[in-house]
Structure formats: structure tokens, C-alpha cells
């Protein structure tokens, strides 16, 4: 079972940054595919970024793509979400989640975070 924790959410500016961090208590984080995915109010939960388990591939919405990076520090079961130039529709309520699969659905995934909030403010 992997626990998952989020940090770093927050209220900004359009244009500002904020950086996600997600800690895992698994001790073999390594091994897990890590995503990002964000769920606005009255939307489906949507996937955001993602990246393997050597962190050599990563993967993004064209939403957030050119803005936001996603990397991990495996010696500190950590993911993280680096969003710059933060736009009001960024406004979501973020979630990191692991698999050993390979997708980018929400389906795809075994193991969530309980979610941050961020909202962007115009």
C-alpha cells in the first residue's frame, strides 16, 4: 500500500508559480510511474502530468505543457510539480497518484493523494 502526501498548494496570481510536492511512504517509490491530475469544481478529474519510474520520460496535457514540469527525487520518494505562469482556469484541487502501469487515464492509477488545493486568482 502506498501513501501518498501533497504539499504546496496555495492561493496565487495569474502568472505567479507554486511547486507540488507529493512524499510517498513506499520504499520501493522507484518502481511506481508517478502522475499529477487536477479536478475543477463540476469537472471530471482530469491528468495533468506524468513521469517513469527513472524519471527519463515525462508526459503533459497541452494545457499545462511549455508551464508546468513534473520531476522526482527517488532517494527522497518525492514527485514534484513545478507550475509557472499560472493561469484562473489552472484553479483545481491537485492530486498525485502512483501505478506500475503505463496511462495517463485516472483509471490507470492505484495509489492518490488526498488532494491540494490551488487557486489562481485573476
Known amino acids: 500500500q502506498v501513501q501518498l502526501v501533497e504539499s504546496g498548494g496555495g492561493l496565487v496570481q495569474a502568472g505567479g508559480s507554486l511547486r507540488l510536492s507529493c512524499a510517498a511512504s513506499?520504499?520501493?517509490?522507484?518502481?511506481?510511474?508517478m502522475g499529477w491530475f487536477r479536478q475543477a469544481p463540476g469537472k471530471e478529474r482530469e491528468f495533468v502530468a506524468a513521469i517513469s519510474w527513472s524519471g527519463s520520460n515525462t508526459y503533459y496535457a497541452d494545457s499545462v505543457k511549455g508551464r508546468f514540469t513534473i520531476s522526482r527525487d527517488n532517494a527522497k520518494n518525492t514527485v514534484y510539480l513545478q507550475m509557472n505562469s499560472l493561469k484562473p482556469e489552472d484553479t483545481a484541487v491537485y492530486y498525485c497518484?502512483?501505478?506500475?502501469?503505463?496511462?495517463?487515464?485516472?483509471?490507470?492509477?492505484?495509489?492518490w493523494g488526498q488532494g491540494t488545493q490551488i487557486t489562481v486568482s485573476s
Open positions: 497518484a502512483a501505478t506500475r502501469r503505463s496511462g495517463i487515464e485516472p483509471g490507470d492509477y492505484d495509489y
Open positions: 513506499e520504499r520501493t517509490f522507484s518502481r511506481y510511474r
